[in-house]
């Protein structure tokens, strides 16, 4: 098991087994956006209460749910990369963090948009909303710090320090909702008693949310891959493929 995860943490080894996997996740990843698009769009009725408004959510979910993922990712390998010193732990950490931001900046354009019609206003200081711009920020320092520090043994080590620190927002924006009085809608689909939305609804939402992860990782894929090539940049192996 030690060979086997020492092999995958290997730059080369992991360079060429991602170029394979790339072609075939990128191919689901779009098989998933067509379909989850069509049921969104097409398939799925309005709400009786949000009319044609709730279709913001086959976007605005998936991508609040990736913008923690992504985060908690990044601090998994930034925690590794502290104690084991993996390269490539490090990289996947450096690589998580602009997409993630992507995704927490979405989730919050897209909570707006939705909030107008249905609040009345495009913001409001709501213990979710507020936590998730946080979150933003978060990403934000992440990616200005490790940028701002030259050497990038120092920048990865200093990032994951602040990653780590970070995560604690991440169970706050889950269970804010729980914890305090917030405008913004409960669980509807991970919770006790079963999803409480209509299965009309529920499908193209967790297409959605699949075609979310698997662009997630054919971007870390692509992103890890240009990560290692400036990290090991005078290796023999980049020689090699670069030649």
């Not at 913001?56 to 601090?75: C, E, K």
């Not at 995704?103 to 019609?117: I, Y």
């Not at 529920?202 to 990290?231: G, I, K, Q, S």
């Amino acid at each position: 098991m030690l060979d086997f995860l020492h092999r995958m943490a290997s730059p080369p080894h992991f360079y060429r087994l991602a170029g394979r996997l790339l072609p075939w996740l990128s191919a689901i990843t779009a098989l998933l956006f067509l379909s989850g698009l069509w049921g969104a769009l097409f398939t799925s009725p309005p709400d009786y209460q949000q009319g044609e408004s709730v279709r913001i959510i086959y976007v605005h979910v998936p991508a609040a749910w990736m913008s923690l993922f992504a985060y908690v990712v990044m601090a998994v390998a930034g925690a590794i990369g502290l104690v084991w010193r993996i390269r490539l732990a490090d990289a996947v950490a450096a690589a998580s963090a602009p997409v993630g931001a992507g995704f927490t900046f979405l989730a919050l354009v897209t909570g707006s948009l939705w909030g107008k019609p249905m609040w009345g206003t495009w913001w409001v200081w709501d213990a979710r909303l507020t936590s998730e711009l946080l979150l933003l920020f978060l990403y934000l320092g992440y990616i200005g710090l490790r940028a701002a520090i030259e050497d990038r043994r120092n920048a990865a080590r200093a990032s994951a320090i602040l990653a780590l620190v970070g995560v604690v927002n991440i169970p706050i924006i889950h269970f804010s909702v729980e914890w305090w009085n917030t405008l913004h809608q409960g669980a509807t689909v991970f919770r006790s008693g079963g999803p409480a939305i209509d299965p009309s609804m529920l499908l193209p939402l967790l297409l959605m949310a699949l075609a979310f992860n698997f662009y997630y990782f054919v971007v870390l894929l692509l992103r890890v891959r240009t990560e290692l090539l400036l990290e090991e940049r005078r290796t023999n192996w980049v020689r090699e493929v670069l030649s």
